[in-house]
C-alpha cells in the first residue's frame, strides 16, 4: 500500500471528505494558471502576479498624489474637483510669497512660515539628538549588562504604544498642575509654565518624540551591533587599541549601513511630525509648535473656509522634501553598497 | 491522488479569502434592507450634556407614530462635527440629519423642510428669529433645522471664594474692569491660582468687545472686525493674560481650536468662568455643592451690557433619501409639549417664542435654575449687533482668526498691532477663498 493511500485511510470518512474538498479547491486556480503560463510565457506573466500590488498602490498612492496636484492647482472651497475652479500656481504663489523667508512674519501666509522654520529646527534637533541617544543606548545594551533582556523590552515599549497615549501621558505631567510641577513644588521649588513658554514647550516636544520612538532605532543599530564579527574586537584587543579609538575607527564605520537606514527614517519621519504634537501642545503656545503637517490640517479641515488648494500646496511642497530625503537614502545607500 | 502544491495553495487561499470577504459585504449591504424598517433615519449628534439621549428616547415616541421610521442617534464628539461633518457632506455622504452650530460652514447642504411641513407657519411663528441664522441670505426664506437651544454667553462666579476674601460681588451694572479687579483681589486673599478664565472661542471674546464698542461690522455691513472698541477689550485681554488676571494657559497654551475651561471652574482655581447657559447640566452635575456657584448677568463696558446668543440645531440634509421623514421627524420634535420636555430634560433655553414665555420645569437644583434665570433675563440685554454677528454666514472665520491671533499676542510670539493687521488679512484671505 502507497504511503498516500495510508494516510488516507487514517482520514476516517470525515477527513476524506474534507481532503478531497480541500484538494478540489486547491487545484480551481491551477487551469488558469496553466493556460497563463502557456499564453503569456515568463516575461508578461510576471505582470499578472504584480497587477493586483499595482492596481492596489495605483489606488491608494498614485491616484492620491495626482488629486494632490489637481487641487493644488485649483481654488474654493468644493471637494470634488470638478466644482473647483482652475488658478494655476496662484497657491503655491501664496505661500511662497514673503519679504525675509528668515522672518514668517513678513510673509503672507505666516502660519505656514512658521510651521517650517518650526519643523525645520524640530528636524534638527529631533533626528540629531535621537540618532546620538539610539546610538549611547544600543551601545549599553550590546554589552552584557545584568537584566539586559528587560532593559531592551523597556527601551522598546514606548514605540508600542499610540501617539495619542503618548501625548496624553506626558501632558499629564507637564501641564501646569502636573506631575513634574507637583513634583518641584514638593521639593520647594517653584513650577514651571512647561507648555505656556515656546522654548520649553518646544524642546519637550522633541524630548516626548524622541521619548516614544527611539526604542525603533536603537533596536536597529543593535541589530547592526550584533551582526559585527566578534573577532575584529579580538583582534583589536590583541593589540591593546583603546576603546575610544575601536569605537571611531571600528565600530562607528561598520555600522554606517545601519546609521544611514536609521538617519532617513528618523527625518522623514520627524518632517511629518503631527500626531503627538498636536494632542501635546496643539501647536501652542501661539504657534511656536505648529508643525508643517499640522498647519496643512488646519488650512484644510479646521477652518470654516476650507482650503483645500492652499492644503494641498503645502502637501506637494512636504512631498518634494520627502523626495528629496528618499533619494538622499537611495544615494547613500547605493555609494555604502559600492564602497563595501 | 490529487496533492495540493504550495504555489496554487498561495494563490487559491487568499483568493477564498476575497470572495468570501465580498459574500460577506454583500450580506450586510442588501441583509438589512430587507429585514429593516423601510426608513431609518441616522442623525449625527453631539452633546453639551444630555441631549443626545434625550433626543433619542424622544425618537420611541415618534417610532411609535411612525412604525415605518427607524431613529439612530449616532453621538459623536463635536469635533467630529465641526471638522468631520463638512467633509462627509461635501462627498455626498452624510448623516440624513444632523446637530450643528456651524450654520455657515453646513449652509449648501441643508434641507428645505418648508414644502414638507404639515405647518411651516407655525414654526416661523415659534423659531422665526433663529431660523434665519441658518438661511443663506436676505432672500432666502427656507426652512432648515429645529434650533435645539438657544444659548447665551456669561460669567459663572465661584461664591464660596467671594464670601472667603470677604469681597461683595460686583452689581448688576459692573463693567469688566469692575470684575477683573474683584476677582483678582478674590484670588490673592484666597490664594486661588488665577482671577477668571475664558473659554477660548473668539464667540465668547466677542460679548466683552461688543460690550466695549466693537462693531464687527462697517456701515456698509461688511465685515470689519477690528474697530476701536475690538481693540479696548483686545488689549484688557491680553494685559489680563500677562498679569495673571486671566488664566493664560486656556488661551496662550491651545495651539488652535476651541477650548473651554469648565475644569478650571470645577476644580476652583478660578473665581470667575466666562462661557454659557449650555453648561448648566455640567455645573448642576459635576460642581454641585463643592462650591456655591452663580450666574451673574454679563458684565458692561461703555457701550453694552452684552453676551453672544448662539445655539444648536438639528438640521435636515440634502443628501437624504427620506426627505418625507426627516421632515416629520423633526416636525414631531418642534410641536410643544414634546419640545418642552426636550427642554426640561436637557436644561437649556428654549428657541420657541411661546416657550420662553412659559415657566418650564427643569430638573435643575436650586442654583441651576436660579442661573438659569439670569441667562433668561440676559437675552433682554443682548445687543444686536450680537444678533447680527451670530447670524453671519461666515462669523466663524471671524472667531477663528480672532481667538488664535490673540492667543498668538498672548504668548508674546506678534505684538497686538501685529495681531489686528493679521486678523484683517486672514478674514480678507478667507472671504476670498469662500467666493471663489
Known amino acids: 500500500m502507497s504511503g498516500a493511500a495510508a494516510r488516507n485511510r487514517e482520514r476516517g470518512p470525515f477527513g476524506r471528505l474534507a481532503w478531497g474538498a480541500y484538494a478540489a479547491a486547491m487545484d480551481l486556480p491551477e487551469r488558469p494558471m496553466r493556460w497563463a503560463q502557456a499564453r503569456l510565457r515568463d516575461g508578461r506573466l510576471g505582470w499578472l502576479f504584480v497587477g493586483p500590488n499595482l492596481i492596489v498602490f495605483g489606488l491608494f498612492t498614485f491616484l492620491p498624489i495626482l488629486i494632490d496636484v489637481v487641487f493644488a492647482l485649483t481654488g474654493g472651497t468644493a471637494l470634488l474637483p470638478s466644482q473647483r475652479p482652475f488658478v494655476g500656481t496662484q497657491n503655491l504663489a501664496q505661500l511662497l510669497a514673503c519679504k525675509n523667508y528668515l522672518h514668517p512674519s ?11 522654520w518650526n519643523t525645520a529646527w524640530f528636524v534638527l534637533f529631533q533626528v540629531g539628538l535621537m540618532i546620538v541617544f539610539s546610538l549611547a543606548t544600543a551601545l549599553v545594551l550590546n554589552r552584557k549588562i545584568i537584566g539586559r533582556g528587560f532593559f531592551r523590552a523597556v527601551f522598546f515599549y514606548p514605540v508600542l504604544l499610540s501617539p495619542v497615549v503618548v501625548a496624553l501621558i ?65 583582534a583589536a584587543a590583541m593589540d591593546a587599541t583603546p576603546p575610544g579609538r575601536v569605537f571611531w575607527r571600528l565600530t562607528l564605520p561598520l555600522l554606517m549601513p545601519n546609521l544611514l537606514v536609521v538617519l532617513v527614517l528618523a527625518l522623514i519621519r520627524a518632517v511629518q511630525i503631527f500626531d503627538e504634537v498636536f494632542v501635546l501642545t496643539g501647536g501652542g503656545p501661539g504657534s511656536a509648535t505648529t508643525y508643517l503637517v499640522e498647519f496643512i490640517y488646519n488650512t484644510g479641515f479646521a477652518q470654516q473656509v476650507r482650503q483645500y488648494g492652499l492644503a494641498s500646496a503645502a502637501s506637494l511642497l512636504l512631498a518634494a522634501v520627502l523626495l528629496v530625503l528618499t533619494l538622499t537614502q537611495l544615494g547613500l545607500t547605493r555609494w555604502s553598497a559600492k564602497r563595501g | ?49 444630555n441631549e443626545c439621549a434625550v433626543y433619542a428616547d424622544l425618537a420611541k415616541g415618534f417610532e411609535k407614530q411612525h412604525p415605518d421610521v427607524q431613529v439612530r442617534i449616532d453621538t459623536v464628539p463635536y469635533a467630529q462635527i465641526t471638522t468631520s461633518l463638512p467633509v462627509q457632506l461635501a462627498a455626498g455622504h452624510g448623516p440624513d440629519i444632523a446637530r450643528v452650530t456651524d450654520f455657515g460652514a453646513t449652509g449648501k447642504y441643508l434641507l428645505d423642510l418648508r414644502p414638507l411641513l404639515p405647518d411651516a407657519a407655525y414654526w416661523t411663528r415659534e423659531f422665526g428669529p433663529v431660523l434665519d441664522w441658518m438661511r443663506q441670505g436676505p ?23 467671594f464670601e472667603q476674601a470677604n469681597v461683595p460681588l ?23 491660582p488665577f482671577g477668571m478664565a475664558w473659554d477660548r472661542s473668539g464667540h465668547r471674546f466677542a460679548g466683552p468687545a461688543i460690550s466695549y464698542g466693537a462693531r464687527y461690522f462697517a ?21 489680563w493674560n500677562q498679569d495673571g488676571t486671566v488664566e ?23 473665581v470667575l468662568y466666562l462661557s454659557g447657559s449650555w453648561q448648566l447640566t455640567r455645573m448642576d452635575k459635576q460642581v454641585g455643592n463643592s462650591f456655591d456657584w452663580v450666574a451673574v448677568p454679563n458684565p458692561c463696558g461703555p457701550a453694552a451690557c452684552t453676551g453672544m446668543p448662539g445655539g444648536a440645531a438639528l438640521v435636515g440634509l440634502k443628501g437624504t433619501k427620506h426627505p418625507k421623514s426627516v421632515a416629520a421627524f423633526l416636525d414631531y420634535l418642534a410641536q410643544q409639549p414634546v419640545y418642552q420636555a426636550m427642554m426640561e430634560r436637557t436644561s437649556n433655553i428654549p428657541a420657541s417664542a411661546s416657550l420662553q414665555k412659559a415657566s418650564l420645569h427643569y430638573g435643575l437644583s436650586a442654583a441651576g435654575n436660579a442661573a438659569l434665570q439670569v441667562f433668561l433675563q440676559s437675552v433682554q440685554s443682548l445687543s444686536p449687533i450680537a444678533y447680527h454677528l451670530q447670524g453671519y454666514k461666515y462669523n466663524q472665520v471671524i472667531f477663528n482668526t480672532t481667538a488664535n491671533r490673540l492667543a498668538q499676542a498672548i504668548a508674546g510670539q506678534i505684538t497686538l498691532p501685529q495681531a489686528y493687521a493679521r486678523i484683517a488679512s486672514d478674514l480678507r484671505q478667507q472671504l476670498a477663498a469662500a467666493k471663489q
Open chain 2, 248 to 270: 493664560k494657559d486656556i488661551w496662550a497654551a491651545t495651539g488652535t481650536g476651541y477650548r473651554d475651561a469648565f475644569a478650571s471652574f470645577a476644580n476652583g482655581q478660578i
Open chain 2, 170 to 192: 460686583p452689581g448688576p451694572k459692573a463693567t469688566w474692569d469692575d470684575w477683573a479687579a474683584a476677582v483678582a483681589k478674590v484670588a490673592k486673599a484666597t490664594q486661588t
Open chain 1, 170 to 234: 506626558w501632558k499629564w505631567m507637564l501641564q501646569r498642575f502636573g506631575v513634574l510641577n507637583a513634583a518641584l513644588q514638593g521639593v520647594g521649588a517653584h513650577p514651571v509654565d512647561w507648555l505656556l513658554n515656546a522654548h520649553w514647550a518646544f524642546g519637550w516636544t522633541v524630548f516626548v518624540s524622541i521619548w516614544a520612538h527611539m526604542g525603533f532605532y536603537t533596536l536597529i543599530l543593535l541589530a547592526g551591533l550584533q551582526a559585527i564579527p566578534r573577532d575584529i574586537y579580538e
Open chain 2, 1 to 49: 491522488m490529487i496533492r495540493p502544491n504550495l504555489a496554487v495553495l498561495g494563490l487559491a487561499v487568499p483568493g477564498l479569502a476575497v470572495l468570501g470577504l465580498a459574500a460577506l459585504t454583500f450580506a450586510a449591504t442588501f441583509a438589512p434592507a430587507v429585514a429593516a424598517h423601510a426608513a431609518e433615519l441616522r442623525v449625527m449628534c453631539y452633546s453639551d450634556g
Open chain 2, 139 to 161: 432672500k432666502d426664506t427656507g426652512i432648515y433645522g429645529l434650533p435645539t437651544q438657544l444659548t447665551i454667553t456669561g460669567p459663572f462666579v465661584d461664591k464660596t471664594l
Open chain 2, 219 to 239: 456701515a456698509d455691513g461688511t465685515p470689519a472686525v477690528v474697530d476701536p472698541g475690538f481693540e479696548a477689550m483686545a488689549s484688557r485681554f491680553v494685559k
Open chain 1, 106 to 116: 513678513s510673509c503672507y501666509d505666516d502660519q505656514f512660515w512658521y510651521g517650517v
